[in-house]
């Protein structure tokens, strides 16, 4: 059984940081893409940014120079940290785990960004 667990969302000033972490079990995790989404209330689900099994990352424009995504393939969790946050990037955080036709998704965590 997959299971992708978020975590270490909450409360931030505009300004401030937050590390989310997102752990995976049931997969050879250190074969899988892994990639943070974002959902906004209102909007669509998007792209936030993503690591592949070899450690290469990719951004949004709208996150890049502020945002950081690493894995620990020993812990079988990647982590995303946000820094300079803004109010925009207000939104549940959602971690996906994608190997060719398969992926997993989490549940999601609530990140809220107040000005």
């Known amino acids: 059984q997959v299971q992708v667990v978020e975590s270490g969302g909450g409360l931030v000033q505009a300004g401030g940081s937050l590390r989310l972490s997102c752990a995976a079990s049931?997969?050879?995790?250190?074969?899988?893409?892994m990639g943070w989404y974002r959902q906004a209330p209102g909007k669509q689900r998007e792209l936030v940014g993503s690591?592949?099994?070899?450690?290469?990352?990719d951004y949004s424009d709208s996150v890049k120079g502020r945002f950081t995504i690493s894995r620990d393939n020993t812990k079988n969790t990647v982590y995303l940290q946000m820094n300079s946050l803004k109010p925009e990037d207000t939104a549940v955080y959602y971690c996906?785990?994608?190997?060719?036709?398969?992926?997993?998704w989490g549940q999601g965590t609530q990140v809220t960004v107040s000005s």
């Open positions: 049931g997969i050879i995790f250190s074969t899988y893409r």
């Open positions: 996906n785990a994608q190997k060719s036709i398969f992926q997993y």
């Open positions: 690591i592949t099994n070899s450690g290469s990352t």
